[in-house]
């Protein structure tokens, strides 16, 4: 049984294991939404986590609980903080913004409303002027660790646009280990047993701080 890792009479909030997804997919496999309706459950859709993200997962046991905390993330004013280990080596020491607007590309994937060589850095932000219609997409990022290869870092995305953090990574050039849909998984940097993201903390006004241990993104190359 999938315990939560806080419970009220509100909300619920679960740790989401990496390669489970929220809803049914086309493949049909094991969601965490049938889990919780099977043992009796009405869950209330607050927001959602990638199959392979794993994290702080919110859901409301009530409509006005999920429609306070929906607005709330529309308001942006959800504090959201993931770790994520990526190729490459990624400047320590500062803050980086990555300011890239994005549009829906082929197959279910989505891109930077312009072309990749077009995005230049000014100091510790990533801009591109939109050649295509897109949505304004923006992300802080800090290097928290560096090894040979790679790099772990702490992201907090300021918009949460549908795969937002690993196609901004991606392309800035930090693939996300593990990630096949916007990496190159012929790189051996890249490959990974799993997508190496991870929702580590969601602030949410007036209901407080909720966190998920990091798993071990840490280690050596």
Partial sequence: MLKPIYQSENLQVFNKASGLTVLADRAGSHNLWETLKSAGSKPYLIHRLDKGT?????????????SEITRAFA??????????????????GNTF?????????????????????????????????????????????????????HSVLLLKPITGRTHQLRVHLSWIGYPIVGDHLYGA???????????MLHCHRLVVPKYGSFSAAVPDFQTDD
């Fill in 54 to 66: 794993s994290g702080v997962l919110l859901v409301a046991r009530n409509q006005s609980t999920q």
């Fill in 75 to 92: 308001a942006r004013s959800v504090n959201k903080y993931y770790v994520a280990k990526v190729v490459g080596h990624f400047p320590t």
């Fill in 97 to 149: 913004i990555i300011d890239l607007p994005l549009c829906k590309g082929r197959k279910s994937r989505f891109r930077v409303a312009a072309e990749r060589a077009s995005i230049f850095q000014t100091k510790n932000r990533y801009s591109v002027v939109a050649t295509r219609p897109g949505v304004p997409s923006l992300t802080r990022v800090r290097c928290l660790q560096t090894t040979a290869h």
């Fill in 185 to 195: 998984p012929k790189d051996p940097a890249q490959r990974g047993a799993r997508l």
